[in-house]
């Protein structure tokens, strides 16, 4: 039973209020025509999510004694920018169709330059925009946390841990490339993939960011209650969107069943998947993993094969460990009761989620 401790409801509200604002002040709705499609998609990438990030974030702050004051919603909106930036990028080198039920960016721009009857490439031109799009959402992040409002001494102490954080952010990004470039993986190389992509910038980075505003120092039990807790968390997190990406519901997704095979994900699942398959089997999994015309039964296929080794059942199980280890860490760490209760919620929510 969810008792919305976190308070997802109100922060929710808070997030999106400020992100309104922000891009209503870059990109006006009556501005320049031809900044219009870029606001629309700004909008669009902006209007869904989850808003963990920001809930990290924020709990982290309330977990070392800061109060509610409209500048740590601010602060905790521009992940929001980060996370709509590496998005646009990601279906970009992923080529991917769809982005939470809608066109992808870059689908987007193709489509608005093939109705116009442009010259040249409408791919070519889909992809130009959408890489801009996700720089202006980039510099936005940036932009957004340093006018939040929050103290000058709070941002000052936790501007190391958010240039770290997105210089993190893009190397995973790289790395993901280069794992399905190499096209054979292990868990561990999965896991490091995981960690650096999407598990520090998704919890561990946004609530050391929380804690470090409000404490306005990098003090050890920082640092152990976001590793003990933070990655831990992350983890989870990652092992259950890579669950999503294969055995997902895509009316809950918001993207087609299978996608992750069709874009040769090399996840921590496959690489759990290869290692205990037969050799029949793991010649199936490596001949239609990455093939992008993937049809219904040739995902059946794989996701019989990856129930049939065990992976799923051990991702399942490393979700649940990783979330037991999460939570007793987090029971021992100097942070209020309130946050103690909402983090807790938190990392059961970004675990057990269906999207």
């Known amino acids: 039973m969810t008792t919305d401790a976190a ?8 997030v999106e209020r400020a992100l309104a604002e922000f891009v209503e002040r870059r990109l006006p709705a009556g501005g320049e025509p031809d900044f219009a499609p870029l606001r629309k998609a700004a909008d669009e990438l902006l ?28 602060a905790a909106a521009s992940l ?8 646009v990028h990601d279906d970009v080198m992923d080529k991917s169709d769809l982005r939470r039920g809608m066109p992808s960016a870059h689908r987007r721009f193709e489509a608005m330059h093939v109705r116009s009857g442009w010259q040249g490439s409408a791919d070519q031109f889909g992809e130009g925009a959408a890489i801009l799009l996700g720089n202006l959402l980039l510099i936005w992040s940036g932009e957004m946390w340093r006018r939040s409002g929050l103290p000058r001494e709070s941002l000052e102490a936790a501007q190391p841990v958010h240039d770290h954080m997105r210089s993190e952010l893009m190397c995973g990004q790289y790395l993901d490339l ?62 259950r969107d890579d669950v999503l990406g294969v055995f997902g519901d895509p009316a809950q997704t918001g993207k087609p069943a299978g996608d992750d095979l069709r874009e040769g994900k090399r996840t921590m699942l496959i690489a759990r998947t290869l290692a205990a398959a037969s050799p029949a089997d793991a010649g199936t999994v ?7 015309g993937l049809d219904e039964h040739g995902v059946e296929t794989l996701r019989q094969i990856i129930d049939d080794t065990g992976a799923l059942r051990e991702c399942e199980d490393l979700i649940g460990d990783y979330l037991g280890e999460a939570l007793a860490a987090l029971e021992s760490a100097p942070v209020t009761s309130e946050a103690r209760t909402a983090l807790a919620e ?9 999207t």
């Open 7 to 14: 308070g997802m409801g109100t922060l929710r509200a808070q």
């Open 80 to 87: 929001e920018l980060l996370q709509a930036s590496a998005l």
């Open 346 to 354: 938190l990392a059961i929510a970004a675990t057990s989620r269906k």
């Open 178 to 239: 280069l794992e399905q470039a190499n096209g054979e993986n292990t868990f561990e190389s999965a896991l490091r993939v995981a960690l650096y992509k999407s598990g520090k910038y998704s919890v561990e980075q946004p609530l050391r960011l929380g804690l470090t505003l409000a404490a306005r120092e990098k003090a050890p039990w920082i640092d152990e209650l976001c590793t003990g807790y933070g990655r831990r968390v992350g983890i989870a997190f990652q092992l």
């Open 47 to 74: 209007s869904g999510g989850k808003r963990l990030r920001p809930a990290f974030c924020y709990w982290g702050w309330r977990g070392a004694g800061g109060t509610d004051v409209p500048g740590i919603f601010t």
């Open 286 to 292: 490596r001949r239609l993993l990455g093939d992008p």
